[in-house]
C-alpha cells in the first residue's frame, strides 16, 4: 500500500532549525511533484514548498529565504530545511505527492502524510 511517512517535527526555540522528511513507500516507480503543507490551529491548509520531478521548486512568500525543499528521487523522499523559525511557523506539516505510479502501474493522483508537528517556542 503506497503512503508517506514524515519525521522530524518537534519544539524548537525562536529563530532555530528543523529538517523534515518525508519517505514514500509501497511499490514506487515515479512521483511527479512532491510538496510540504501545514495547518495552522483554526486556519486553512496552505502550501509551504513545491518540487517537481525535475527539481524546480516553488514558496510561498512567507517561507522564502528561509526554508529549502530539496528531494532525493531514488529514495522517494522529499525534504523541507527549515531555518530561521518563527512562532507563526508553528503547525503541523504535511508531505503532499502528487501524480504517484507504482510499479504495478496503478496511478495516485494525490496522497498525503498523516502530518508532524512542529512548535516554535517565542
Known amino acids: 500500500q503506497v503512503q508517506l511517512v514524515e519525521s522530524g517535527g518537534g519544539l524548537v526555540q525562536f529563530g532555530g532549525s528543523l529538517r523534515l522528511a518525508c519517505a514514500a513507500s509501497?511499490?514506487?516507480?515515479?512521483?511527479?511533484?512532491m510538496g510540504w503543507y501545514r495547518q495552522a490551529p483554526g486556519k486553512q491548509r496552505e502550501s509551504v514548498a513545491t518540487?517537481?520531478?525535475?527539481?524546480?521548486?516553488n514558496y510561498a512568500d512567507s517561507v522564502k529565504g528561509r526554508f529549502a525543499i530539496s528531494r532525493d528521487n531514488a529514495k522517494n523522499t522529499v525534504y523541507l530545511q527549515m531555518n530561521s523559525l518563527k512562532p507563526e511557523d508553528t503547525a503541523v506539516y504535511y508531505c503532499?505527492?502528487?501524480?504517484?505510479?507504482?510499479?504495478?502501474?496503478?496511478?495516485?493522483?494525490?496522497?498525503w502524510g498523516q502530518g508532524t508537528l512542529v512548535t516554535v517556542m517565542s
Open positions: 503532499n505527492a502528487d501524480d504517484l505510479y507504482t510499479d504495478y502501474g496503478y496511478r495516485y493522483l494525490e496522497v
Open positions: 509501497g511499490g514506487i516507480f515515479s512521483i511527479n511533484a
Open positions: 518540487i517537481a520531478s525535475g527539481g524546480s521548486t
